[in-house]
Structures are given as C-alpha cells and as structure tokens.
C-alpha cells in the first residue's frame, strides 16, 4: 500500500513547536510533525499564534504531504519529524 492522508485533522504543539498530522498505509498509522520553524519559512507573514500556524500548514498541506510521501517511502518508520531543511 502506499501513504494516504485521509484524515485533514492537525494539532499544534506549542510545548515543542510543531504541528502534528496523521497518515496511513493500509491498517498502519504514521506521525508526522513539522517544525513551526519550516512553516515561518514559507509565509509570507510570521505565525505566531495556534490559529497562524495552522493556517499555514493548511496553505502548504500539499507540499508537506509529498514531503511526508517521500520520506516515508524511503525508510518506512512509524514517526517522523519534518524540519525547514525537509520542506
């Protein structure tokens, strides 16, 4: 099977500045996190508040789920964190 994100739900961390998301393969679920730092990169305002970040992960949902495609498709572990350097 390949990685799917069937579930559009998300979740700030602020503890550890990340967004949090969900993918599937087949029965399996795999986290995902990015850094709020790689979301501050690619908008053209600075987030900072919950409501700012997940914005704009929703603006870059697209390009963050290929990126989270491709780094599960190379290893297949059951976690990953996503940083700047990713997207």
Request: no cysteine; net charge positive; hydrophobic share 40%.
């Amino acid at each position: 099977m390949s990685l799917t994100f069937p579930n559009s739900s998300r979740s700030y961390d602020a503890r550890n500045g990340r967004v949090r998301f969900i993918g599937h393969d087949g029965m399996f679920q795999i986290s995902f996190s990015v850094a709020t730092d790689a979301l501050s990169r690619k908008n053209a305002t600075q987030p900072n508040t919950e409501d700012e970040f997940l914005a704009a992960f929703d603006a870059a949902r697209a390009r963050i789920q290929d990126v989270a495609s491709k780094a599960y498709a190379k290893t297949r572990k059951s976690s990953y964190a996503l940083t700047s350097a990713d997207i």
